[in-house]
């Protein structure tokens, strides 16, 4: 019986991963390769990455939360008030599902802000590609850090590296998604965090401005008082 095999020289097409392969996948294997390989799958899209990061978000939540009862913190302070345990895990699921809401508009903001400078820059990949990249790290990431954050010692320890891991995490997702040099996946990566605290910077300087004679008042009337 004859068996169907591709031409040689051509590379038979690469098959869908389940969603744990791919985070593993995402966490343990920080090459470009590894993320081009991802991106080009199978069963990329951005509803997938939407669903991820929001159920990332939500377990990352009631993980915080579990902790905080385990050390007793929050069931002091609910106790405190005369509230109870009902009132407690009825805010646990009221910021657990705000939580997944809004891990969803965070990465279709920063994904689409790195998207347009990317593109702006040369690069040559897919929005979806990019979100699902940056999910496929981001959502066991989460996990990970809300898991750690509580254990003592070591949630100091690693938070820093492990923070610093995800933003190289994001740059590599840049570089392998659209093709573009280390300096640029950098520019793209970060660039929209500088523009960020420039327009802040900004507005807080036409603010002073607009109340400076209010301000100049009361440390008059202060001054005076005293």
Not at 13 to 20: G, K, Q, R, S
Request: aromatic share 8%; glycine share 10%.
């Amino acid at each position: 019986m004859a068996i169907d095999r591709p031409p040689l020289g051509i590379a038979p097409p690469a098959e869908a991963l389940p969603w744990y392969q791919v985070w593993i996948k995402a966490l343990t294997e920080p090459r470009v390769a590894s993320y081009e390989s991802l991106v080009t799958r199978p069963g990329v899209g951005l509803g997938r990455a939407c669903l991820w990061v929001g159920l990332a978000g939500l377990i990352s939540v009631v993980i915080s939360t579990a902790a905080f009862v385990a050390f007793g913190t929050l069931d002091a302070a609910f106790q405190q008030t005369g509230d109870g345990l009902g009132d407690l895990s009825g805010a646990g699921l009221f910021f657990a599902c705000l939580a997944g809401l809004f891990a969803i508009p965070r990465l279709l903001v920063s994904a689409g802000i790195s998207h347009v400078l990317a593109r702006a820059l040369g690069g040559t990949g897919t929005y979806d590609q990019l979100a699902y990249g940056m999910a496929a790290y981001s959502a066991p990431g989460s996990l990970v850090s809300s898991a750690i954050s509580f254990i003592p010692c070591l949630g100091i320890l690693v938070a820093l590296p492990l923070s610093l891991y995800l933003i190289f995490l994001n740059i590599l997702t840049i570089k392998a998604v659209h093709h573009l040099s280390w300096g640029r996946a950098v520019l793209s990566s970060v660039l929209w965090i500088a523009l960020v605290l420039v327009l802040i910077a900004c507005l807080t300087i036409v603010i002073l401005a607009l109340l400076g004679p209010a301000i100049g008042n009361v440390f008059s009337n202060i001054v005076t008082e005293i």
